[in-house]
T-cell receptor, first 116, second 112 residues
Framework: GAGVSQTPSNKVTEKGKYVELRCDPISGHTALYWYRQSLGQGPEFLIYFQGTGAADDSGLPNDRFFAVRPEGSVSTLKIQRTERGDSAVYLC??????????????FGEGSRLTVL | QQPVQSPQAVILREGEDAVINCSSSKALYSVHWYRQKHGEAPVFLMILLKGGEQKGHEKISASFNEKKQQSSLYLTASQLSYSGTYFCGTERSVNAGNMLTFGGGTRLMVKP
């Protein structure tokens, strides 16, 4: 079956530009997560969706970052006025459920963002 | 607060054993272990929950000391396929919803 799909796999942009990263989770998974991974580091939590709503966005670094999941499946991470420090691999993960049901996260291969 | 993993890197020969540790300064509800190969997605290995429950792959062995807020992953009779970076991720409460705080990783290289 299909896993978590992320597009684009690579994105190079210039400082100040707007970027959108897309995540297509495993069908039927209600929970969706965005993480950011810098070189040589562990993934860093950004935002968690349960269905269509953002259950927790405490990891978003500032108001340049925003994410949506309008129909409860595909999610888009949006970054405005990109900065060089935003360069990282953005990982998306999904899970059959969230809340108190701790369980396996299924990660995508990530979108590598490079800001020049 | 990010958990601390040790060692940061280890090199093994095929068939040798290794232990990877994960330590937190805060009380934990669960510890999750993932392996990531270069350029690939992290892959789930195991979850250890407060109270002793474990979920994961049969060939993986790990422990969780709730009082010390520490977990260890045991890799026995290592194979070449075990190479990669191992991450522990922690949850501090039962309603954390899988929002994990990951450690910095332990790089494992298994040589023939």
């Amino acid at each position: 079956g299909a896993g978590v799909s992320q597009t684009p796999s690579n994105k190079v942009t210039e400082k100040g530009k707007y970027v959108e990263l897309r995540c297509d989770p495993i069908s039927g998974h209600t929970a969706l997560y965005w993480y950011r991974q810098s070189l040589g580091q562990g993934p860093e939590f950004l935002i968690y969706f349960q269905g269509t709503g953002a259950a927790d966005d405490s990891g978003l670094p500032n108001d340049r970052f925003f994410a949506v999941r309008p129909e409860g499946s595909v999610s888009t991470l949006k970054i405005q006025r990109t900065e060089r420090g935003d360069s990282a691999v953005y990982l998306c993960a999904s899970s059959p459920s969230g809340g108190a049901n701790t369980g396996e996260l299924f990660f995508g291969e990530g979108s590598r963002l490079t800001v020049l | 607060q990010q958990p601390v993993q040790s060692p940061q890197a280890v090199i093994l020969r095929e068939g040798e054993d290794a232990v990877i540790n994960c330590s937190s300064s805060k009380a934990l509800y669960s510890v999750h272990w993932y392996r990531q190969k270069h350029g690939e997605a992290p892959v789930f290995l195991m979850i250890l929950l407060k109270g002793g429950e474990q979920k994961g792959h049969e060939k993986i062995s790990a422990s969780f000391n709730e009082k010390k807020q520490q977990s260890s992953l045991y890799l026995t009779a290592s194979q070449l396929s075990y190479s990669g970076t191992y991450f522990c991720g922690t949850e501090r409460s039962v309603n954390a919803g899988n929002m994990l705080t990951f450690g910095g990783g332990t790089r494992l290289m298994v040589k023939p």
